[in-house]
């Protein structure tokens, strides 16, 4: 297991609390709950968070300390099974006005889209579908 285990301790009915060890915490539910994110929203926030964290640096230099980046995640749930995300929506809200040159701005979305595929852990862990390990007590 990693040395920074993530824990998710029940704090009610179908609500839940995970931690980290540097202290954040994050409420989890039921889709419903208040204030709490279901664990497929958990998964949506982490690729756009993901996605956002990748391409800042390269976003930055471009448009500047001060330019604004929203990063949408959203999902299309498989019709023959609704407990399976099908695909995976990821989309950028950043103003690319400061970038004029046409060229300038397609080099500037392939290196974002580049990183994005090469860095970005969680979005490429689901794409490659990462094994899961359970362990249960005995």
Known sequence: MSSTPVEVTRTGEH???????????????REGAP??????????????????????NLLVRRLGEDAELTVHADRTK?????HRFARVQVGFDVDLG??????????????????????????????????????LPS
């Open 35 to 56: 204030d709490a994110f279901t664990p497929g929203e958990l998964l949506l926030a982490a690729i756009a968070a993901c996605s956002a964290l990748t391409s800042e």
């Open 15 to 29: 609500t839940f609390v995970a931690t980290n060890p540097r202290g954040g915490r994050v409420a989890i539910g």
């Open 98 to 135: 400061a970038v004029e040159d046409d060229d300038e701005r397609a080099k500037l979305l392939d290196a974002v889209e580049r990183a994005i595929g090469k860095y970005c852990t969680v979005s490429r862990s689901v794409e490659e579908g990462t094994p899961i390990d359970l362990t």
């Open 78 to 82: 498989d019709p023959a099974d609704k």
